[in-house]
Every structure is written in structure tokens, then in C-alpha cells.
């Protein structure tokens, strides 16, 4: 049995991955080396959840997908640093077993299997996941000498803003020198790694472009409603919204694959994203956001697709 | 009496009520949560369906049959009340915590099931014996999966703490927890049957 026989190369996947490595860089900076330490057992550990859910289904010819890969490594970033490893071993195992090997494995699933597992442990373990924040360092050699952060705060950006009204300053947000989980801090990062996903057209930009304009569309109807405290660039800054708009809702199995579909779903991720921030009692709703346009990316699909015919149809009478 | 072994086996294994024939769901979530209200529940249930298949089985000559379902249906309320009313008296905290489940029994389809497809067309004792297995394997089924979540959710078993030093899973206390519990507890049992069929087929 060779090792090689048992993965299959995805040429998409490769480039999703080549995108985190300056996440991953800049998240070593701000909150050590425990970052790829996590990393590592959650990988190892979704490649064998996944080699044995598919085993069940695919027999000796079992093959662990690269897309696994991408999971795991997606999957980390949206972690809390300090979070304790088995927590993130839980999540990974909901992520790859239930939210992805139950559905019958690679491009069967309904929901990004990421945030499926992430969802899980962040309803189950609410303390570990929202209560306490790491102190980032920003000074050299920040976290690169070190394995973990000295210090713990109990805010990030949105939580600030949430409960005492203080805006961080956009500049930090923007280039990520706040707190939060480990791949969400960097707009910066995370808009270049965009560009590099979009220039290689492994991620839609359809979609990218139409989260990011519902998102500001709905945080401004809020804002100067008054609802809420949150002006529209802060809220597409802050939290995990870059993050999930580029790596989550852009995922190709659950997401939509023509362009208006792509739109409508987009625009309901960002809708459901600021509303949940605004009206609900969690702070971030971006991850619900996902999950809940995943849910609806089907029926818009079916939807659009049926107007198209009858209108086709309408059209040759 | 050969027969009534398989009936009863067969109600508590191959054709089980949750795991098997789906049914029962509802009452499966809501009440799952700790090890006592299942087996409360799980007894409940198994009394209903006992008495009801057996009481429908004995008066099913005399109903015309196409007020039989409303006969049916009296029946089984009847025997509902008798265990609202005796939780009420002598299980009144238990009794406030299932809240209104216990007088939803009587919309459990198990009940219905049994009284339609078994019980209106055999005698009484099978009858009997029937219903009251179909309500034991509701019941142990219930019981695995409140086990899996006090044990998580709350870290004890009958309400007595096993003295672990964990984080309790707040997910598992909750009904969509039971979701997950009761469809890998179904991907399990139907891989497993699976594969009895295929070995069957074989021999």
C-alpha cells in the first residue's frame, strides 16, 4: 500500500493552500509558534478521520482528497489561539466525519465542512471559544521565537464595539495588528491573498464582490437607522467577515455555480451576516452566515435554473 | 410461544421502533437529554403501547371499522392520562420537567403504528406482547442516547456525577444535539444490518 495511491492531487486546492502561507506567517507573528503546532494535529488528525469515513464508503480504493487539506488548514485559522487542542480535535472530526464523510464525501457536501466543524465546538465549548482572546505581540520577533502568547484579553475589535462602543482604529484592522482568531486579523493579507485566488480564478469573484456589497449595503442600512453602533467599513473590516467571504462562501462544492445564483447567495450571506451581529445576542454571525447561504445555495440554484427555462420556453412560443 | 419470542425480539432488533422504522423522532429529541427523563419516557411509552395494542386487539370486532382510528385514538388517550396523572401524584419534579411531552405520547406514532399494524388484525396477547416490546426498544434506544448526552452534557449518569474534571458540551444538552446522537446511532445500526443482509444473502 503506497501513500501516494491514497491522495488525490487537486490542482484548485493547491492554490487555495499556497494563499494561507502568508496568513499563516503573519498569524506566527501575532500569536507564536502554537499556530503550526495546531495546525499540525489538525491536519493529522482530519487526514485519518477522513481516510477512515472514506474507507467506509470507498473500500480499498480509499483516496484522502486535497480539499481535506484545505479544510483543516481553513479550519484552524478560524480557531481562537489559545484554544485547547482537543476542542480543536473535536471540531475537526465533526468537520470531516459528520460534516462532510456523512454526506458521502468529497463534492457531496451540503455545508462547508470548516465551518460545520466549527459551529459545532463554538455552540458546545462557548467558554474556550469567545471568552478569552490572546494579546497579540507586534513588535519583532513577535511570536516567531516563541510558542505560545504571555498574555490573554478579553476583547477583540468586535467586542469592543459591541459592548463598550470603542472603534479600534481602521489602520490596525486593516492591516491586523488586533486580536481575534488566528486567520482574521489581516484585511491586508487576506485581500491579497483574494487577489491572488481571483487572478488564478480558483475562487469566484462573483461571489467575493456580492457578500462584500451586501455586507456593506445592509451594515450601512443599519448604522444609519440607528440599530446599529457599527459604521459599514468597520463592520466589513472587523470580525471574520474578509476572511469567510473569501475562503468560506467561495467554496466551489457548497456554494452556487452560475453567476446569478452566485449573487443572490451572496447577497444573503452578507445580509444574514449583519444581521446576526446587530440583532442577535453572539457578536460575530459571518460563520452562521455561510452556513445558512449554504443551506439555501440549492433551492436559489433550482430556482434560477427553472426561470431560465420557462422563460426559454416562453421565448420560443 | 415460539412466536411471541420473535415478536419480540424482532420489535426490540431488526424492526426497532427509532433506529429502524424512524418513528418516535420527536419525543427521541425532546426528552433526551438526561438518563432519568428517558426512562421515564421510555416506561411510559411501553405502558401506553402495551395496554393500548392490547385493549385495541380485544375490542377490535366491535368497532366499525371506519371509526376504528377514533376508537383507536381514545384508547390510547385514555391510557396517556392514566400516566400524566400518576407522574402528576408521584413524580411531580419529573412530571414539571417532560412538561408537556408526557401528554404528547399520545401523538407518538409508535403507539398508532402498533395499534394499526399489528394489533387490529392479531389477538390479544401477541398483541400485548408486541406493543410492549415495541415501547422497550423505544425505550433502550432512548437510553443510549440520553447516555451519550448527560454524559457529555452534564457529566453524570442518573443525575450521579462520575467525578470527572471535564468541560461540559453545551451542544449535547440541547435537542439538536440528540440529531447528531441519534443519526450515527442509526448509521451504525443500518451499517450493521447491512451487512447481516448481505452475510444472509451469501449463506
Known sequence: MELKNHFMRQKMMTKVLISLIPLYIFSVWLYGLRVLTLLAVVTLVGVLAEFWVMRLIQGDKVKVTEAALVTCALYTLTLPPTVPYWIAIVGILVALILGKGAFGGFARNIFNPALVGRCFIYISFPVQMTAAWAKTYTSLPGGFLRYGVDALSEATPMILQETQGVLTPLKDLFLGTVGGSIGESSALLILIAAAYLLYTKTASKTIMLWVTLSGLAFSSAFYYLGYSTAPPIFSILSGGFLFATVFMATDPISAPRDTLSQALYGIIIGFSAIFIRTFSLFTEGIMFAVLIGNSFAPLIERTVREMRAKRAAGGAK | ?203
Open chain 2, 1 to 203: 410461544m415460539v412466536e411471541l419470542k420473535v415478536i419480540a425480539k424482532t420489535n426490540v432488533t431488526k424492526e426497532n421502533q427509532i433506529l429502524r422504522q424512524i418513528l418516535g423522532i420527536c419525543s427521541a429529541l425532546a426528552v433526551t437529554n438526561l438518563m432519568t427523563n428517558s426512562l421515564v419516557m421510555g416506561v411510559g411509552v411501553t405502558f401506553v403501547t402495551a395496554l393500548s395494542s392490547f385493549t385495541i386487539s380485544l375490542i377490535n370486532q366491535l368497532i366499525p371499522q371506519r371509526i376504528r382510528m377514533l376508537i383507536q385514538t381514545f384508547v390510547i388517550a385514555f391510557y396517556v392520562i392514566l400516566v400524566h396523572l400518576f407522574l402528576q401524584t408521584f413524580l411531580p419534579s419529573i412530571s414539571k420537567q417532560l412538561g408537556p411531552y408526557v401528554g404528547l405520547i399520545i401523538t407518538n406514532c409508535i403507539i398508532m403504528g402498533r395499534a394499526e399494524a399489528f394489533a387490529a388484525k392479531n389477538p390479544p396477547l401477541p398483541a400485548l406482547v408486541d406493543g410492549f416490546f415495541a415501547g422497550v426498544g423505544y425505550l433502550l434506544v432512548l437510553l443510549a442516547i440520553s447516555f451519550v448526552r448527560e454524559i457529555l452534557g452534564f457529566g453524570t449518569i442518573f443525575g450521579f456525577s462520575l467525578g470527572l474534571n471535564f468541560t461540559p458540551w453545551t451542544l449535547m444538552v440541547m435537542p439538536p444535539a440528540a440529531f447528531f446522537v441519534i443519526s450515527i446511532l442509526i448509521w451504525i445500526t443500518s451499517a450493521w444490518a447491512i451487512k447481516a443482509e448481505e452475510k444472509g444473502r451469501r449463506a
